[in-house]
């Protein structure tokens, strides 16, 4: 196909040749003209653009939902094994309670207000959570402890989960309405509703809520 006698075939068959070889061509003609320049700045741009929306997405998911698993330990001679995961959400603190060898039936789990399980019967995790000076409730009603978790549903063969939101409860460290270093109990009867703790009996469980642990 190339002919020298002849420029415009010459021409036409150079523009094969370029676009055969994609951008090949194209650095070739810029090396005599600024050797230093091209060079330089071909990886400076894309070096300069590639931190910006990194940046941006490290901004968005910069933002993960906090999450504390608590064990809870049997207390007051009982047998329960359990668990409670709280996990900050829109507006409040998930909690999610599973435990066995628990009696069947309804059985009240509560935040009370020290994280301490120390004693045997868990008397000194103190009283429920209650840092805006409410009534007790439960879950459904109309004002209540920020600790009032309800009642989690035990079957016959002693396992049960609980799944609420406590609005208005976070997992800051220090900040007020926060559940951390707050501890979860679990009760031995069904919690009422009635004043002033919903009549729920003894504390066969008890769990501090303490973070990276
Ligand atoms: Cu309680
Ligand atoms: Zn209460």
Not at 61 to 75: F, H, K
Not at 85 to 111: D, L, R, W
Request: aromatic share 2%.
């Amino acid at each position: 196909m190339i002919k020298l006698s002849h420029p415009l075939p010459l021409l036409a068959s150079f523009a094969l040749v370029v676009a055969a070889c994609g951008g090949a061509p194209e650095p070739a003609p810029q090396v005599p003209v600024e050797p230093a320049q091209p060079a330089p700045e071909t990886p400076v741009a894309p070096t300069g653009a590639t931190p910006g929306p990194e940046a941006s997405e490290q901004a968005d998911g910069a933002a993960p939902a906090v999450s504390v698993v608590v064990p809870i330990e049997a207390r007051s001679n009982s047998k329960l094994n359990g668990s409670a995961t709280f996990t900050e959400t829109e507006g409040g603190v998930k909690v999610a309670v599973q435990v066995s060898g628990a009696p069947p039936g309804k059985i009240a789990v509560h935040v009370h207000e020290k994280g301490d399980c120390s004693a045997p019967d868990a008397m000194s995790a103190g009283a429920h959570y209650n840092p805006e000076n409410h009534p007790h409730g439960l879950p459904n009603g109309g004002e209540r402890h920020l600790g009032d978790l309800g009642n989690i549903e035990v079957k016959a063969d002693g396992t049960g989960t609980h799944e609420i939101v406590a609005k208005g409860a976070n997992l800051k460290e220090g900040a007020p309405n926060s559940f951390i270093g707050r501890a979860i109990i679990v009760h031995e009867k069904q919690d009422d509703g009635s004043q002033p703790a919903g009549n729920a009996g003894g504390r066969i469980g008890c769990g501090v809520i303490a973070q990276g642990k």
